[in-house]
């Protein structure tokens, strides 16, 4: 489809607030305990552009190259999540070009970005993936052992856990994601409480575009969500 003009998004983005709002409203949450993520994957530069025009700040990039492609020169206030499971050998450009990665799950993920980080003294934000929906084609730890491996996470002076993320099921009933946003939260209000390596595990990433209202429900801090805003548009090769 061709793509959006500023108009045209600026009357997405009002539509979207509206559903923030009220989801929150609904949930007795205030609008701003929810940040707003403009997935721009598969997306040109010049509709991130209208977007900061707009007042966007946070921006979700799946693929590492499409965010260093629109990234990689750094814009004030701007910040560049990875929402994308990253290639070992992709991991050093991610941490170039993120401010953020929700997609972390494993280990050695971890001690290649702290060794990564430390080498440029850079403090890189990062989340668990969880894979709630329990779907083999989706990426991300079980909700089964994402206890044991959150307490094995090792100390990383350049890495700041954040928190949880994870993607809806994929049934097209927002209501079945909703056990799995709870426990993401349940898990994550058990991790903060516990303070250490946690003290700053207060972010929630769940809730894309057919089912955010669910995830503010259920506690998402952030809502990834491309489709509302920029439309659909044909996967990249």
């Known amino acids: 489809m061709p793509e959006l003009s500023l108009e045209a998004l600026e009357k997405r983005r009002e539509a979207l607030e509206t559903r923030i709002i009220l989801a929150c409203k609904a949930c007795q949450r205030p609008r701003e305990s929810v940040t707003l993520i403009w997935v721009s994957k598969f997306h040109p530069i010049t509709s991130v552009e209208n977007a900061i025009q707009l007042g966007a700040k946070e921006f ?7 965010a260093i492609e629109k990234f990689s020169t750094p814009r004030a206030g701007i910040h560049c999540h990875i929402i994308g499971p990253i290639q070992a050998n992709k991991l050093r450009k991610a941490a170039s070009v993120a401010d953020s990665i929700h997609s972390i799950a494993s280990l050695d993920a971890i001690h290649k970005l702290e060794s990564i980080c430390a080498e440029t003294g850079k403090i890189l934000d990062i989340l668990i993936q969880v894979n709630t929906s329990e779907e083999d084609t989706k990426s991300g730890i079980t909700m089964s052992e994402t206890e044991s491996f959150l307490l094995s996470l090792p100390e990383a002076p350049h890495l700041r856990y954040r928190g949880l993320m994870t993607i809806g099921k994929n049934t097209g009933r927002a209501e079945d ?5 709870c426990f993401l939260r349940e898990m994550r209000d058990k991790m903060h409480a516990s303070g250490g390596l946690f003290e700053n595990f207060s972010e929630l990433s769940m809730g894309m575009t057919e089912d955010l209202e669910v995830a503010i429900e259920e506690g998402a801090t952030l809502i990834r969500v491309g489709t509302a805003l920029f439309g659909e548009r044909a996967r990249l090769i």
Do not use: K
Request: aromatic share 8%.
């Open 177 to 181: 994601s909703r056990a799995g946003f």
């Open 60 to 66: 979700g990039e799946n693929r590492v190259q499409e």
